[in-house]
């Protein structure tokens, strides 16, 4: 993604769900990951030995035969293979099923896209990339704005050099990954038009989940402070990256501003209309 100055941090879930706690590590340096699949971003790392908590288990990409993915108490998902927990089946409650484990915002209703306004705000801002090639503070980079997570961006299906047809869907499958994380951060009383989501989803996929979970901006929104007043102030806070302030940021924020509060009566948060 242009202009992201680090890598997704980690993410801290909150939850009130009972956690299956002493399993290790069996791998060697294991990924943990954002969603439960190989094509989410990495969150962090664990080593050979580690005990890890587990709040819930889901389904996702078979690894080795096993097809269940465990969310840590670190609020990312590591596939059950590389987890010692005695078994191929479940030892915590699904995803979902009850309790705290499901996300703290509204528990899978949002939407995973963004609509087509916020579509092109990203592909304006990011810029289109046919061969993977470093962004202005050198992380490789293809597509419109697509990180990539191996060597050669080797994790995209798409062929090089890409055609900004190809590119267009390679955007989309990176989107909800980082819907998914937004939705998990802002609580059920926060809501917001599909302008105001797509405004959001743009600000996400530039600044990475970890900074955007630890934002005053998600702080507020979530403590009840009105949308328009929030992005106004908080939105242009987000206008450096390798210590510098990049004027293509500044603009970008005054877009995802513009975008906000374009009125919109279709609503994308909490419940996808």
Not at 67 to 75: H, L, M, R, Y
Not at 183 to 209: E, P, R
Not at 215 to 229: E, F, Q
Not at 253 to 261: G, H, P, T, W
Request: charged share 15%.
């Amino acid at each position: 993604m242009k202009f992201t100055s680090f890598a997704v941090c980690a993410l801290i879930a909150a939850t009130t769900a009972p956690l299956a706690s002493g399993y290790q590590i069996k791998g060697d340096v294991v990924n943990c990951r954002s969603g439960p699949g190989t094509s989410y971003g990495v969150v962090k790392t664990y080593k050979k030995g580690q005990n890890v908590s587990i709040t819930c288990q889901t389904t996702g990409p078979s690894v080795n035969g096993n097809n269940i993915w465990d969310k840590t108490s670190d609020g990312c998902y590591v596939a059950d293979h590389y987890v010692l927990t005695g078994t191929n089946g479940y030892v915590a409650e699904k995803c979902g099923s009850g309790g705290g484990s499901t996300p703290p915002g509204n528990g899978g209703g949002y939407c995973k896209k963004v609509n087509q306004a916020g579509l092109n705000l990203i592909s304006k801002w990011e810029g289109f990339v046919a061969v993977p090639s470093p962004d202005p503070i050198g992380l490789p980079t293809v597509g419109y704005g697509h990180l990539c997570q191996k060597k050669n961006c080797a994790e995209v299906k798409y062929k090089f050099p890409l055609t900004k047809a190809t590119a267009q869907l390679l955007l989309n499958d990176d989107i909800p990954k980082y819907t998914s994380c937004l939705a998990d951060y802002l609580n059920n009383s926060v809501k917001l038009n599909d302008n105001q989501w797509a405004a959001l989803a743009s600000w996400v996929f530039n600044v990475g989940c970890g900074n955007a979970k630890s934002s005053t901006l998600v702080k507020r929104l979530n403590n009840g402070d009105a949308p328009n007043t929030v992005a106004a102030q908080e939105l242009p806070k987000w206008r450096m990256a390798g210590g510098k302030v990049l004027q293509g940021l500044v603009n970008r924020r005054a877009d995802e501003v513009r975008l906000f509060k374009t009125a919109s009566s279709k609503q994308a948060h909490p419940n996808c209309q």
